[in-house]
């Protein structure tokens, strides 16, 4: 079993509304895990986020919360509602109403990792999957759920910025003809996660960095983003795929060379996304 639900790390003081969190970048894969798996451990990790909880550790620094994954996606996808328990892969789970992330195999104990392939060789028991649930995912979401609550009591309102990456080969469909391909997606869920004035200073801060950026295509936002995001009462998620081949071998799953200088770049990002979520007296006061 993975050591821990989460890590989470907080600023010396802290001073903006927004909380960060990677919910996909755990790589705690148990031995007791691993030998029920169908695949090797470099295969394993192929839908991992790798290496997003370090590209954006100087949040807390800058003064905004971490929160990053104890447990690996393979094990427990914590961007996923609890109740996404697929019958093709867990025993005594009836057929749920048609939802595409369960039946393409990725609900909260996903049945395949990227490309579709298998993680089990058969079944598992459901109070398997109710373990991991409450073992993982809950404390998880806990955890998250009161960030937000106290960065709302704090400052009137809460800005998550959930960070996840996203395959070089995902933007293939989506990229027009003589266009730059997009290297960061924005998630708000068409508008319904976050105002649009959150989420074009959050687009600013990318672009203003040199990235192409893009929103809801070809990711949109799923559990956390549709849950956590209530524009209409200053409860604000959006969801950010980056690029992974712009700091890592996706291959070998390992940082490139080019990791240091993207992670600085980031920090630049994180700095501006930070000031979002600052009271607008406090940041008049520190001009």
């Not at 620094?61 to 690996?72: T, Y």
């Not at 990711?219 to 995001?229: E, R």
Request: aromatic fraction near 8%; charged fraction near 25%.
């Amino acid at each position: 079993m993975p050591k821990a639900a989460f890590h989470l790390t907080h600023p010396e003081r802290r001073t903006t509304s927004v909380v960060f969190a990677s919910p996909h970048s755990g790589r705690d894969y148990a031995w007791s895990f691993l030998r029920k798996t169908a695949l090797d451990q470099h295969q394993v990790r192929s839908s991992e986020d790798a290496f997003v909880d370090q590209l954006f550790e100087a949040a807390p620094r800058l003064g905004a919360p971490l929160l990053k994954a104890g447990a690996p996606r393979a094990y427990v996808d914590l961007n996923r509602s609890a109740d996404e328990l697929d019958p093709a892969l867990i025993e005594g789970v009836g057929k749920l109403r048609h939802n595409p992330r369960v039946a393409s195999g990725l609900g909260v104990i996903p049945r395949v990792v990227a490309n579709g392939r298998a993680i089990y060789r058969g079944k598992l028991p459901r109070a398997e999957a109710e373990r991991r649930i409450e073992t993982y995912w809950r404390p998880y979401h806990e955890a998250l759920a009161g960030q937000l609550d106290q960065a709302h009591l704090m400052f009137g309102q809460s800005i998550l910025v959930d960070c996840h990456s996203m395959p070089h080969e995902a933007m293939e469909s989506v990229v027009r003809m003589g266009a730059k391909r997009p290297e960061v997606v924005l998630g708000d869920r068409f508008g319904a996660s976050a105002s649009d004035e959150v989420v074009s200073r959050i687009e600013a801060a990318f672009q203003a960095a040199g990235l192409t950026v893009v929103r809801n295509t070809p990711f949109a936002g799923a559990f956390i983003a549709q849950h956590y995001g209530r524009p209409s009462r200053n409860r604000h998620a959006v969801q950010i795929e980056i690029d992974r081949a712009l700091y890592m071998n996706e291959q070998l799953i390992r940082p490139n060379g080019n990791f240091g200088a993207f992670k600085r770049l980031l920090e630049g990002v994180i700095a501006e996304l930070v000031e979002v979520g600052r009271p607008k007296a406090a940041s008049l006061a520190a001009e």
